[in-house]
């Protein structure tokens, strides 16, 4: 599966894959090649979720020396070898006073709060790329039950740590923003923390897996 590669600007080129299948493996895999082996001129490749973004210095290098070396990296390039990362077991309360959507979202598919919680929890998610806010990580893997649209209306104010999902994607808000959402609870964690020597946790390619804590564990946290 080969992507398509077009001239963003005139120091980038982006790299898209037809949507579904292994296209952000892809793009996590082709991102590990290029950092690997240094290619003049690049300054940075950036993972999204069926595409690549490649910046490089126009002073040093041009498209038409980057794209048959990018056509080089694809070749035999396989979904399987998107590198892994961490692993991460992240705590959430899904308390309603800290989840506001979980109990509609629960109605509108039919099943019990205990239930979605069980859903959301009994999967290992996939970091597939960063964006929106630093640290705001689409985690990939969500069960199909709890699969629904972006709020009609978003919030004009998300609390940082508020645990969320979306079409097929779930996440954690790593800064207090607007929203659009479902929120179905929260965590102590801290996903962006510039205190910390890396202030991002996440990372793509990296694991996650949400396990229910209580509001007093919350709020001990």
Excluded at 28 to 39: D, E, V, W
Excluded at 146 to 159: H, M
Excluded at 192 to 221: C, H, M, Q, Y
Aim: proline share 10%; hydrophobic share 45%; charged share 20%.
């Amino acid at each position: 599966m080969k992507p398509q590669i077009r001239l963003v600007g005139d120091a980038a080129l982006a790299l898209e894959w037809p949507a579904g299948g292994q296209a952000n493996a892809l793009a996590r895999a082709l991102h590990a090649r290029i950092k690997a082996f240094s290619a003049p001129g690049v300054l940075e490749s950036l993972p999204a979720l069926q595409s690549l973004l490649v910046r490089f210095d126009p002073l040093r290098t041009d498209p038409d020396i980057l794209k048959p070396l990018l056509m080089e990296f694809l070749n035999g390039l396989s979904g399987e070898e998107a590198p892994s990362g961490r692993n991460w077991r992240i705590p959430v309360c899904y308390h309603p006073d800290l989840a506001p959507d979980i109990e509609a979202l629960a109605a509108s598919t039919k099943m019990a709060v205990a239930q979605l919680v069980a859903l959301h929890t009994g999967k290992d998610y996939t970091a597939l790329f960063l964006g929106f806010l630093p640290g705001f990580a689409y985690l990939g893997g969500l069960d199909e039950a709890l699969a629904a649209p972006r709020l009609a209306r978003p919030r004009t104010s998300v609390p940082a740590g508020s645990v969320a999902l979306a079409g097929g994607l779930t996440a954690v808000y790593p800064l207090e923003s607007p929203g659009g959402w479902h929120l179905i609870g929260r965590t102590p964690v801290r996903m962006f923390d510039t205190s910390r020597p890396k202030p991002i946790l996440l990372a793509p390619g990296d694991t996650v897996r949400f396990f229910p804590i209580s509001r007093s564990e919350f709020e001990a946290s």
